[in-house]
C-alpha cells in the first residue's frame, strides 16, 4: 500500500530533483567558504591552503571595533521600522485601493506607486539630495511655505532615519500594494454580497471580510522579511549616507563593506556574514514557530 | 643607447633575445578606452597580437599569453573578481598585476620570485632612472625583509600636485588680484560670495567648493590646508626625524577652524557634506562656485563642464599659496599602487624586467617611435595595449618644458613625441572651431597660463613635500585605517559645519588611543629598517 504511493508520487519527486540540485549547488557547497571566518585568511594560499586558524577572533575584533553597538543598534533600529511599515502600509493602501470603483484611476494610482520600484538607489540617491535639499528643494519649500523651519533630511542625524524608512517605504510600498491586491482578488464576492445584505458598512466589510482573506499572504510576507532584520539596505544606505550621518545612519553592511572589503580583510567580512546568517535564522524560524500557534500557518 | 641596443654589450642583457622564444603567462583587463578607441580603429591588430606583442616577441623573443581577459576597468567589479579568484585558487600566471595588500599577501606565502639581484642585472640604466626619479620610494614599497619581491608600476606623485584654479572671469569683474597670501584667498573668497560675481542679483554663489570626501584631485582640502603647513593624511618627518601624521597635528586645527569660519560666512555650501563630486560639480556646472583646489587636469573636469554652459567663464590655475607669503610646501601622496608580480619559479623571471625596459625604449628612448607605440594621432591609448605601461615621471612637465621652450623661440617645428601631440591639440583649440572648444581644458593645462607651467615652478624651486611612508600597509592599519579615516571625516567635516574646535582635540586623542599611535610605532619601525 505504502509502497505503491510512492510508486505513484515519483514523477513529482523528481519534479523536486532539479531543485534540490540547484540549492545544493549554490547554496549549501559553498557554505564551505564559511571557514574563512575562522581564518587569518590569505586569498593567495587558497581557499583549502594552508590557513592560519585563529578561533573566534575575528569575531572578537568586529565585537570590539569602537561604533560597533552603534551601528547594531542602527541597524535594529532602521530596519524594524522598515519593516514594519513595510508591512502596514501597502495593506493599508490596498485595501484603500480596493474601495476605489473607479478602474481607470485605480490603475493609474497603481502604476505611479509602483514606478519608484524600477529606479535604482544610484539614480534615486541624486534625485533625493536634490528634492530634499534644505536651500532649494521642493520639499523643503513646502515646508517653509508653512512657515516652518527647513530640515536638513540628509545631513542631520535626527532626521536622517526617518528619511531612510520614508524613502525606502515610498519607493517599495507599490510592489507589496500588488501583491496584496492580488490577495484580495482572490476572495469570494459572495461574501461581500452576504454582508451588504446583512448591512454591514464598508468599514466593516474591510475588517471582517478583507483583511481577514488577506491573512495568509500577509503572515507569508512577514515571516520572509523578518530572515531581513539585520538587512537595513545595503544600496540605500551606501548612496545616502555620508560623514555627517555616520553616526545614526552607519549599519552592518556598510560597516562590514568598509572594514572588510576596502582592506581586503575577508575574515572579518565573512564572520560578521556568518553571525547575520545565524541571527536570521533564529529570527525567521521563531516567526514561523509563531505564524502557525497564532495564525495557524505552515509552508510544509 | 644606439639605435640597436642589442649589439652594446653593457646592454646586452638588458634586452637580450631569447632564442628561441619563450612564452609569458598574465591575465588583463581591457578597458572601453582600448577597446572603442584603439582596437576598433587599428586594422590587423586584436588585443592578443598587435604591435606591442610584436615588438616583445621579435626583438625580444617574448610570446605573451593571457590566460583570460575580462571586459571592463582595472577596478571593475568583473576584473576585481576575476583576479581575486585568480589569487584565491593558488595558480597564478607567470606574471600578474596586483595592489600593495595583494602583493603583501603572494609575499607572505612564499609565491613569488625573489627579484634583487635579477633588477640589478637586467634593468636598463633608463629603467633605473625612471624607477628613482622620485626618490626610492617605487622599489622600497615592492621590497619585503629587504627583498624585491614585485616590479613597482611606477605612478607620479609630481601629478597629486595640488593647484588654486579660480575664476579669472570672477576676479577682473570684481577687481581682484591673484591670491598671494591665504589672507588672500579668504579675501577672494568672501567677495566671490558676497559681491554677486554672477551679476544675477543674488546672494547664490560660493567662494570655495568642497565635498563630502573631503580630500582629492579635484575639490580636494590638501592645497589649502598646505597653505597653513598642515598635511593631512601623509607621513611627515618631525624635527627629531620621526614620522608623524599629518591629520592630526595641530596646523590642521588651524585650516579647519579657517574653513568653519569661512562656512558661517556662507563661502561654502552649508550642504557640502552630504555632496559628492559628481554633484559639486553640478554646482560648479551651474557656475555657483568661484574656487576649488586641486589637480593639474581639474580644467577637463568639472571646470570644463563650466566652460560648456558659460562661453564667457574663465578659469586659470595659480600656485598655492601660504599664510605669511612665503613658498609654501606642496604635500605629494604616494601614488604607485600597483606591483607586477613573477610566479616563484618560472624559468625566466628576468622576462618581465626585458618588457619594462622595451617600453620605456620604444616610447621615450633613442629608438622610440612615440607616434607609433604611445600616441599614434588616431588611437592615443595605443600604450595601453602592453601589459607593463612605465613611464618617465616627469613626462608631462617635460613635455610642457618642450612646448614652453618651442613657443618662447616661435619654432613649433623641433617638436616631437608627446610634446607634438600635445600641440597640436593646443592648435586646434586656437583654430576656434567647435572642436577645439572641447579641447579648453587642454589649454588651461599646458597654454602659457596653463598649469604646468605651475608645477614648472614647484619644480624648480623644489616645494614638493613627498609622503614619507611608502610600504604597504602595516597590520594595524588593515584593521584600523577605515576605522580611523571615518572618524577623521566624520570630525572635519562636523567642524567645518559648526562644531566646536575642541572637538579636534577629542578626535586626537581618540585617534592615538584606537591604534594610530600604534601605526605610527609600527610606521616608525620600518622607516628605521630602511636606514
Known amino acids: 500500500m505504502r509502497k505503491r504511493r510512492m510508486w505513484r508520487e515519483l514523477p513529482l519527486h523528481l519534479m523536486i530533483l532539479p531543485g534540490m540540485l540547484f540549492v545544493l549547488t549554490f547554496s549549501y557547497i559553498p557554505m564551505a567558504g564559511i571557514t574563512i571566518a575562522f581564518q587569518k585568511f590569505i586569498p593567495a594560499k587558497g581557499l583549502f591552503g594552508d590557513q592560519k586558524w585563529i578561533g573566534l577572533d575575528n569575531f572578537r575584533y568586529v565585537l570590539d571595533l569602537p561604533n560597533f553597538i552603534q551601528v547594531m543598534w542602527n541597524t535594529l533600529y532602521i530596519s524594524s521600522f522598515k519593516l514594519v511599515l513595510g508591512l502596514a502600509v501597502p495593506i493599508i493602501f490596498a485595501i484603500l485601493l480596493n474601495e476605489l470603483k473607479n478602474e481607470a484611476i485605480k490603475r493609474s494610482v497603481q502604476t505611479s506607486i509602483y514606478l519608484p520600484y524600477f529606479l535604482s538607489w544610484v539614480v534615486l540617491g541624486g534625485i533625493l539630495i536634490d528634492l530634499l535639499s534644505p536651500s532649494g528643494g521642493l520639499v523643503n519649500s513646502i515646508i517653509k511655505s508653512f512657515g516652518l523651519d527647513p530640515i536638513f533630511f540628509l545631513g542631520d542625524n535626527k532626521w536622517f532615519p526617518t528619511t531612510l524608512i520614508a524613502s525606502d517605504i515610498w519607493k517599495n510600498f507599490g510592489y507589496g500594494t500588488i501583491v496584496y491586491m492580488a490577495a484580495i482578488t482572490g476572495i469570494d464576492p459572495g461574501l461581500y454580497e452576504a454582508a451588504t445584505i446583512d448591512g454591514a458598512n464598508r468599514w466593516r466589510k474591510a475588517w471582517h471580510i478583507t483583511l481577514p482573506g488577506m491573512r495568509m499572504v500577509i503572515v507569508l510576507l512577514a515571516v520572509l522579511s523578518l530572515g531581513q532584520l539585520l538587512n537595513a539596505g545595503f544600496d540605500q544606505v551606501f548612496n545616502l549616507y555620508s560623514p555627517q550621518v555616520y553616526q545614526s545612519g552607519d549599519i552592518l553592511d556598510t560597516f562590514v563593506y568598509r572594514i572588510g572589503l576596502l582592506e581586503a580583510q575577508y575574515g572579518v567580512a565573512t564572520a560578521v556574514g556568518f553571525f547575520k546568517s545565524i541571527v536570521s535564522l533564529v529570527l525567521i524560524s521563531s516567526a514561523y514557530y509563531i505564524a502557525y500557534r497564532v495564525a495557524k500557518y505552515r509552508i510544509f | 643607447m644606439s639605435s640597436s641596443p642589442a649589439a652594446q654589450p653593457a646592454a646586452a642583457d638588458s634586452f637580450g633575445k631569447y632564442d628561441p622564444p619563450i612564452e609569458l603567462t598574465t591575465v588583463r583587463n581591457l578597458n572601453d578606452v582600448v577597446e572603442n578607441n584603439v582596437l576598433s580603429v587599428l586594422k590587423g591588430e586584436t588585443f592578443e597580437d598587435n604591435r606591442w606583442t610584436r615588438v616583445y616577441e621579435e626583438l625580444l623573443g617574448i610570446k605573451l599569453k593571457y590566460d583570460w581577459v575580462i571586459k571592463g576597468g582595472d577596478t571593475s567589479d568583473q576584473y576585481v573578481q576575476k583576479l581575486n579568484v585568480t589569487l584565491a585558487s593558488g595558480e597564478l600566471p607567470d606574471f600578474i598585476t596586483v595592489n600593495a595588500v595583494q602583493l603583501k599577501q603572494l609575499a607572505e606565502s612564499d609565491q613569488l620570485e625573489d627579484m634583487t639581484a635579477l633588477y640589478e642585472q637586467y634593468a636598463s640604466p633608463f629603467m633605473k632612472e625612471v624607477f628613482t626619479q622620485e626618490g626610492s620610494g617605487p622599489l622600497d614599497a615592492a621590497t619585503f625583509d629587504g627583498k624585491l619581491m614585485a616590479i613597482p608600476q611606477v605612478e607620479a606623485s ?161 600656485p598655492i599659496v601660504s599664510e605669511s607669503g612665503e613658498t609654501p610646501k606642496v604635500p605629494l601622496k604616494f601614488s604607485t599602487t600597483k606591483f607586477v608580480a613573477v610566479k616563484k619559479g618560472i624559468q625566466h623571471p628576468e622576462a618581465i624586467i626585458k618588457l619594462f625596459n622595451m617600453h620605456l625604449e620604444k616610447n621615450w628612448g633613442e629608438t622610440g617611435e612615440f607616434d607609433k607605440y604611445y600616441a599614434p594621432p588616431n588611437a592615443e591609448s595605443v600604450w595601453q595595449l602592453s601589459p607593463v605601461t612605465p613611464y618617465p615621471l616627469k613626462k608631462n612637465l617635460d613635455a610642457f618644458r618642450d612646448i614652453d621652450a618651442a613657443r618662447k623661440a616661435g619654432d613649433m617645428s623641433s617638436l616631437k613625441g608627446e610634446a607634438k601631440t600635445i600641440q597640436e591639440k593646443l592648435e586646434m583649440f586656437s583654430s576656434g572651431s567647435a572642436e577645439g572648444f572641447a579641447l579648453w581644458g587642454w589649454e588651461r593645462i599646458y597654454g602659457p597660463e596653463g598649469s604646468m607651467g605651475i608645477a614648472n615652478q614647484y619644480d624648480q624651486n623644489n616645494q614638493f613635500l613627498m609622503d614619507k611612508f611608502v610600504g604597504t600597509p602595516t597590520p594595524t592599519m588593515v584593521e584600523r585605517k577605515t576605522t580611523l579615516e571615518k572618524m577623521q571625516n566624520e570630525t572635519f567635516i562636523k567642524i567645518i559645519l559648526g562644531q566646536p574646535i575642541e572637538e579636534f582635540d577629542k578626535f586626537v586623542a581618540d585617534w592615538k588611543k584606537l591604534g594610530g599611535d600604534k601605526i605610527a610605532q609600527e610606521v616608525n619601525d620600518w622607516y628605521e629598517s630602511l636606514k
Open chain 2, 158 to 318: 609630481i601629478e597629486r600636485s595640488m593647484y588654486i584654479w579660480i575664476r579669472s572671469d570672477w576676479l577682473s569683474k570684481l577687481g581682484l588680484q591673484p591670491p598671494k597670501t591665504m589672507a588672500d584667498v579668504r579675501a577672494i573668497s568672501k567677495a566671490f560670495a558676497e559681491n554677486d560675481p554672477d551679476g544675477n542679483g543674488q546672494k547664490d554663489t560660493y567662494g570655495l567648493g568642497l565635498t563630502k570626501d573631503v580630500f582629492g584631485g579635484a575639490m580636494g582640502l590638501e592645497g589649502f590646508m598646505a597653505g597653513f603647513n598642515a598635511y593631512p593624511n601623509i607621513w611627515l618627518e618631525d624635527e627629531t626625524g620621526k614620522l608623524v601624521f599629518g591629520s592630526i597635528q595641530p596646523e590642521t586645527r588651524k585650516a579647519l577652524q579657517a574653513l568653519q569660519e569661512m562656512q558661517k560666512n556662507g563661502e561654502i555650501d552649508k550642504e557640502f557634506g552630504i555632496k559628492d563630486g559628481g554633484k559639486v560639480s553640478e554646482q560648479i556646472a551651474a557656475g555657483k562656485i568661484g574656487m576649488e583646489y586641486g589637480e593639474q587636469w581639474n580644467s577637463i573636469w568639472p571646470l570644463q563642464l563650466n566652460k560648456n554652459n558659460e562661453k564667457d567663464a574663465q578659469w586659470q590655475a595659480f
